[in-house]
């Protein structure tokens, strides 16, 4: 094996024996075979675009397997093996339905044409490519490949949350499947790629404000709410991950059941939505960011459903209330699936939790969030108010994902020694660094706004342009906003593509710059974008108010 995609990669190098997410070997194989199946689907999609002939069944297709082979997504190999096998049968189908309508398919790439029949030979294959990233030997060329498939595995997990929600963007299929088969194309050189990479960065915006729109169009608008964060005396059910569908569903099958309702991690601003204050039975959030999911599964004493990453290889103990659906799987653990509706049935989760004990209070309290853009509009004369008077002299983003390493301690000490005359803009996993230092407010703004889950940096994006407008700046750079980025895994990547398309400069960004950047990709990077790593607390800022 041979993985490199997140920020915990092993060595500052690569994962080379098993993963530091826990990812073991014969996964990791099995998820590079997964992409290269997915780019072969996305070659034969491509002869089919040219004809105009579109391939729905494929798009959803290769969403999903993308969204699987994110960081902690999936760690089961029999789902992998599966979804390959039907991947190959999609995969000829596509190329039947092509040459019934005469379209002639010449020299096909082998991502287009191998085939395995047995669980042996699709592992036996998934040997053979589980170090492909590698086989790409000018490192740039390969840093950039990787870096844009890594923010397309990031924008299939964003669409694919829409498309749960009934919203899809023809065009954002079509261009995963166009930077899929670009990344075997070896004539495109250096410069075509890097413009590959910004293009990327323009379907992240896309992305982002179409999951925005099916959230809020089904939700309402995020608000300003104070999220408990101690616990009731009823059993419970612990919802993790970023689909706000499956919450929706678990809520409404736990009406008058006797069963709670809490959110862990990602799922924490779910709290924001008018739509879900109806259920009295959705208590709170329970714990913290999904590193430190082991001691507080170990606690909530419940069943926890996964909608999405991030899963931790759980202790023995956890498999049989550990639940997973969507993308999500591991090994042991049951998976909830949806029928050809999209209903799913949480009736066995539900009844698990009646025979598990209610959850013990780790701690007590409330959080306030709810700052997406519709929030912050509301509030926007508060705002401009503040920063014309210099209540407000700084915002500072930081927003992003959070992680277990040790270094990650700087941000709860950044947030904590910012100047009282500065606010954070925060969204994503990130939070949970200092979303409970009780960081005081300007003038009744709170001086930490959660604008929600990572995808939400959107918000924080649409926030900036407003701004931009309020103040007649012909620049977004010209704001006082200062951009302290943590990234983790490959979410963060489109977020961080899709800043950079909009044209923030100077973003810093930590608590390591990707190892995937050769010296020469990341040269371009700050030559291009300014874009910097972390260096300490101090250091950075002086140079973000000096
Ligand atoms: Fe966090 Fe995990 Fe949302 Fe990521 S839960 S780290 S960027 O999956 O998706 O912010
Ligand atoms: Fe290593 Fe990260 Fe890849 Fe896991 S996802 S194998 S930790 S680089």
Redesign the pocket.
């Known amino acids: 094996m041979f993985c490199y995609q997140c920020q915990e990669a092993a060595k500052g190098t690569g994962c080379t024996i098993k993963g530091v997410c826990g990812k073991p070997e014969e996964v990791a194989n099995l998820q590079d075979l997964m992409i290269y199946t997915l780019k072969g689907i996305s070659v034969v999609a491509q002869e089919g675009a040219k004809a105009d002939i579109k391939f729905k069944k494929a798009d959803h297709y290769t969403m999903n397997g993308l969204f699987m082979t994110?960081?902690?997504a999936n760690f089961d190999d029999a789902m992998f093996i599966e979804k390959i096998k039907e991947g190959l049968a999609l995969r000829e189908e596509m190329k039947k339905e092509l040459s019934d309508k005469g379209v002639v398919l010449n020299d096909l790439h082998d991502t287009a044409t191998w085939s395995a029949e047995s669980d042996a030979a699709i592992k036996a294959k998934a040997d053979s490519v589980g170090v492909g990233v590698l086989a790409t030997e000018n490192e740039d060329v390969r840093s950039l490949r990787e870096l844009i498939i890594y923010g397309v595995k990031g924008m299939a997990a964003y669409a694919e949350h829409a498309y749960n929600l009934g919203k899809e963007n023809d065009e954002i299929y079509r261009f995963i499947a166009k930077a899929l088969v670009a990344t075997l194309d070896d004539t495109l050189s250096a410069d075509e790629l890097v413009a590959l990479t910004l293009e990327t960065g323009k379907y992240g915006v896309d992305v982002m404000a179409l999951l925005d729109g099916a959230n809020t169009g089904a939700y309402g608008n995020p608000e300003i709410t104070e999220v408990n964060i101690g616990v009731r005396n009823n059993p419970a059910v612990l919802i993790s991950g970023?689909d706000l569908k499956d919450l929706e569903q678990l809520l409404k099958q736990t009406q008058g059941s006797g069963v709670d309702v809490y959110t862990h991690?990602?799922m924490l601003p779910a709290h924001y939505y008018p739509a879900f204050k109806k259920y009295d039975n959705f208590v709170g959030n329970y714990g913290n960011?999904?590193w430190k999911q082991k001691e507080e599964f170990e606690t909530f004493n419940g069943p926890i459903l996964f909608t999405?990453?991030?899963i931790v290889p759980p202790k023995a103990e956890h498999i049989e209330r550990i639940y997973t659906t969507g993308a999500t799987g591991y090994p042991g653990c049951k998976v909830i699936v949806a029928d050809e509706k999209g209903v799913k049935d949480f009736s066995e989760v539900i009844e698990h939790a009646k025979r598990l004990s209610a959850p013990t209070e780790i701690e007590t309290g409330k959080i306030v969030g709810g700052f997406a853009h519709a929030q912050v509009f509301a509030l926007a004369d508060k705002v401009v108010e503040a920063v014309k008077s210099g209540a407000i002299k700084k915002f500072f983003v930081m927003a992003?994902?959070?992680?277990r390493m040790k270094s990650r301690d700087y941000y709860t000490e950044f947030a904590a020694k910012l100047p009282k005359d500065t606010v954070i803009l925060t969204a994503?996993?990130?939070k949970y660094r200092y979303n409970k230092l009780n960081l005081g407010d300007i003038a009744g703004i709170p001086r930490v706004l959660d604008a929600g889950?990572?995808?939400d940096s959107y918000s924080l994006a649409v926030i900036a342009l407003k701004l931009k407008e309020v103040f007649e700046l012909n620049d977004i750079n010209e704001l006082p906003i200062a951009y302290n980025i943590a990234?983790?895994?490959q979410?963060?990547v489109i977020?961080l593509l899709a800043l950079l398309y909009l044209g923030v400069k100077n973003i810093k960004l930590g608590p390591t710059l990707p190892v995937f950047l050769s010296p020469n990709v990341a040269k371009i990077l700050v030559e291009t974008f300014g874009i910097n790593g972390i260096n300490n607390v101090d250091e950075d800022l002086e140079q973000f108010l000096g």
């Not at 992003?400 to 992680?403: A, E, K, S, T, V």
């Open positions: 994110i960081t902690n970023h991690g990602e960011a999904w999405t990453n991030c992003g994902c959070d992680g994503g996993c990130a889950q990572c995808n990234w983790y895994e979410k963060a977020v």
